[in-house]
Nanobody, 121 residues
Framework: QVQLAESGGGSVQAGGSLRLSCSAS????????VGWFRQAPGKEREFVAA????????HYAGSVRGRFTISRDNANNTALLEMTSLQPDDTAVYYC??????????????WGQGTQVTVSS
């Protein structure tokens, strides 16, 4: 199994950028598809972006497409989420997730603890 730890959250003004990092340990990270999710106060957790084990397949939620970029560095067991043009609606706790899959999984077995992103207007 794999353990995940997010970092890079913080507070920014609208229009700003942040880069979230997901550090993996405990298993061969390159076997896992990775996803990013977020949960805003009072709302259900929602999908943000996903990337296959080889980076050959990628998918974004419509609300972030063109503003967020997911990537991974299997050599360093890390996944990234570059976020630009941030808006107050992007405020949430962001979670990294992983699942052993050749493609983009429907569900994920492993989750990090989350990192807070706050965007002020």
């Amino acid at each position: 199994q794999v353990q995940l730890a997010e970092s890079g959250g913080g507070s920014v003004q609208a229009g700003g950028s942040l880069r979230l990092s997901c550090s993996a340990s405990g298993d061969t990270f390159s076997s896992y598809a990775v996803g990013w999710f977020r949960q805003a106060p009072g709302k259900e957790r929602e999908f943000v972006a996903a990337l296959s084990y080889s980076s050959g397949s990628v998918h974004y939620a419509g609300s972030v497409r063109g503003r967020f970029t997911i990537s991974r560095d299997n050599a360093n067991n890390t996944a990234l989420l570059e976020m630009t043009s941030l808006q107050p609606d992007d405020t949430a706790v962001y979670y990294c997730a992983a699942h052993v899959s050749r493609g983009l999984p429907v569900e994920y077995d492993y989750w990090g603890q989350g990192t807070q992103v706050t965007v002020s207007s």
